[in-house]
């Protein structure tokens, strides 16, 4: 990227990914965003950052603004300084925020997350050592150590002691003459009494300090000299106690010194994604697939998404048989911004970042991204407005191959139009030559079709109609017309000047407006039909989609329909059967009936014994034995064997019931 970047509006994408920083480290690290060393890098780029954004999805948030002091206190740490109450404060702030980012990471199941959470450590155990020492407000702790505790409550007994003595000598009324103010003050870290002036040889003591006006003198009783000097060296102790538990904790933080380090790195980079991944899904930004041409649909400005301003979406494809774009249309028409818009997409996809297309889009990795967007002047080497922009076309004649891109906005549009075609044509075979692949505006008409319809160089312009404006659509295939003459009209210019301007043209250039003139109405026409066939043919595909789910339905239904006839035939069939073996075994028996009621009547003894036992039952009415049951006048089949209540079940009527044993008799085949 050459140093017209400013030109692309950059800063205002930089900005509002700042902003979605948490440390001014990262911040300060987003203004450094350039392209990646490679493809594979940008395309790692696009995973992680989906990766984020799914995270994002579920309302979590990380936290760095620790990220900012952490060179300070680590320094003190690597030089084993001591470090102060206050320092441990911000450290386990820094540790607070490690801990919440692990236990985000460790709760998702995306690559990134798996990836950088191996690299966190654990940092519960340091932070429980801290909480032990310091409190919420970043002070010691009296607890934070067995000795510091009982220095602590030795300093609190002697200080209530000593200013009990204190008071008992305010409220004496031998000491109203004496005493200035009844209360009892400290002076260089000792408790005194004020005493007037004057009246100082009455009191027995040790003078500390006078007032201002000089009537008062803080003097420290001679009987508690001691207790005071020794209050004094308890609170040297203390000091000397807390410096050594801030020692064992830096020497602590020191073993884990990698372990800190590291996951800054970690915290750092968390910033920066989760910020990349807000600015993907605020835009609505997808991932592009890199290959070696160049397919954007819907492509927009990223800018005009974050303004919330209605962005028209684009398509174009370049390749190696259409590789360098010239694109016309009028002022206003939009041209800069689709040059803006695509150089982005072709800078941010360098950088790994998701741009404004819809998916499946498809982009070369650019290594070389040229942009010439406006006329600059640079004082300081004494170029002009033509001289920079000569000199930045030929600076672009520089780059080679299929990942370098050049883009102009109105190339040579400030001199000579017939110098101006020569030279721009010159430069434009060049890149040509050089395999690039090129972007560039122009109202110049004779550059406009000067080319060959085989040639790489193809058309384009932005719609442009004479009674609503632009529209800003870009039409490839075809050059567009500045339309100086209607502009002028729209922004209020009178006829006459129109007519007195138009009388200056020569004829040539009326027959050719009057040509263009027609060719405008029918390229408006025929936008117009595309547009009602784009709606006819969207309306037929969504009743395509509605006669598709209809007939999917009813095949569902029809299926289910037929499954349960099938099942609802085959359980007729079934009971039809047993009715019909039901019915043959009744005819047996009543058959059989007859013939034993006409046997005489010793051979019907002696069919059947003349006891049925269980046992016998048992063995001769065994499973699929054809019975008759008394009690409820019915005949059965036996299902199973008799249990211990005596119980059998019967398939009886295509019904399973159960019955006693004495209760059926045998029906013979």
């Not at 890098?41 to 696009?46: G, K, L, R």
């Not at 001691?226 to 020497?251: A, C, F, G, M, P």
């Amino acid at each position: 990227m050459n140093e017209n970047l400013n030109t692309l509006n950059w800063s205002g994408i930089s900005q509002y990914l700042s902003e979605r920083c948490s440390s001014q480290l990262a911040k300060n690290l987003i203004s450094k965003i350039a392209p990646l060393d490679s493809q594979e890098s940008a395309e790692q780029s696009f995973k992680d950052i989906k990766d984020v954004q799914n995270i994002l999805k579920n309302k979590l948030q990380i936290h760095a603004k620790s990220l900012d002091e952490f060179e300070d206190w680590f320094c003190l740490i690597l030089k084993s300084h001591n470090i102060k109450s206050t320092t441990l404060h911000t450290i386990i702030l820094f540790l607070y925020e490690i801990q919440h980012l692990k236990l985000i990471l460790d709760s998702q199941s995306e690559p990134w997350a798996k990836k950088y959470t191996k690299k966190l450590f654990s940092p519960v155990n340091i932070i429980k050592k801290i909480q032990l020492i310091i409190s919420e407000d970043g002070s010691i702790k009296t607890t934070a150590s067995p000795q510091l505790l009982l220095l602590y409550k030795e300093k609190q007994n002697l200080s209530h002691n000593i200013q009990k003595r204190l008071d008992k000598m305010v409220k004496d009324y031998d000491m109203e003459n004496i005493i200035q103010d009844k209360f009892v003050t400290t002076r260089e870290g000792r408790l005194v009494l004020p005493i007037k002036s004057g009246m100082q040889h009455n009191f027995t003591g040790i003078i500390h300090d006078s007032s201002n006006t000089q009537k008062t003198v803080f003097m420290e009783p001679q009987d508690l000299v001691n207790n005071n000097n020794r209050l004094t060296e308890l609170s040297k102790n203390i000091d000397k106690e807390i410096i050594n538990i801030l020692s064992i904790i830096s020497s602590d933080l020191y073993q884990i010194r990698h372990e800190l380090k590291q996951s800054h790195w970690v915290l750092l980079q968390s910033d920066l994604i989760f910020a990349k991944a807000k600015l993907a899904t605020d835009l609505k930004a997808s991932p592009v697939l890199f290959s070696k041409q160049i397919k954007l649909f819907n492509l927009k400005h990223p800018l005009l998404i974050i303004k919330q301003v209605n962005a028209i979406g684009n398509d174009i494809s370049l390749n190696d048989d259409k590789r360098i774009l010239l694109l016309s249309g009028p002022n206003a028409g939009g041209k800069t911004t689709f040059l803006q818009s695509f150089a982005l997409a072709a800078y941010m996809a360098s950088c790994g970042l998701p741009i404004c297309v819809s998916k499946n889009s498809e982009i070369i990795f650019f290594k070389n991204i040229h942009l010439i967007l406006n006329d600059e002047q640079s004082l300081s080497q004494g170029l002009s407005s033509f001289s920079s922009h000569i000199s930045s076309l030929n600076q672009a004649c520089k780059l080679k191959g299929h990942q370098s891109l050049v883009i102009v906005d109105e190339i040579c549009s400030s001199t000579n139009p017939e110098e101006a075609v020569a030279i721009s044509k010159s430069f434009i075979e060049h890149y040509l030559s050089q395999n690039i692949f090129s972007l560039i505006s122009s109202h110049l008409s004779q550059l406009k079709y000067s080319w060959k319809d085989s040639s790489p160089i193809f058309h384009g312009s932005l719609n442009f109609s004479k009674k609503t404006g632009p529209d800003y659509k870009f039409n490839p295939g075809s050059p567009g017309e500045s339309f100086a003459f209607d502009i002028a009209k729209q922004v209020g210019v009178s006829d006459s000047i129109l007519k007195k301007a138009l009388s200056f043209l020569s004829p040539e250039q009326k027959n050719y407006f009057k040509a263009l003139k027609d060719l405008e109405e029918n390229k408006h026409q025929m936008l117009k039909t595309k547009d009602n066939l784009e709606k006819e043919i969207k309306t037929w595909k969504k009743n395509n989609q509605i006669l598709d789910k209809e007939k999917k339905d009813f095949t569902e239904y029809k299926k289910d329909k037929l499954q349960k006839v099938i099942e609802d035939a085959e359980c007729d069939i079934q009971d039809f059967i047993s009715e019909q073996k039901t019915r043959k075994n009744v005819f047996k028996y009543e058959e059989l009936k007859k013939m034993k009621e006409n046997l005489p009547i010793i051979i019907k003894e002696n069919l059947q014994p003349k006891e049925k036992t269980l046992d016998y039952f048992k063995n001769h009415y065994t499973t699929g034995t054809k019975v008759f049951i008394s009690g409820l006048n019915r005949y059965g089949i036996i299902q199973g064997k008799v249990n211990s209540k005596g119980e059998v079940s019967l398939l009886s009527q295509s019904m399973q019931i159960t019955v006693h044993w004495t209760s059926l008799q045998k029906i013979e085949n």
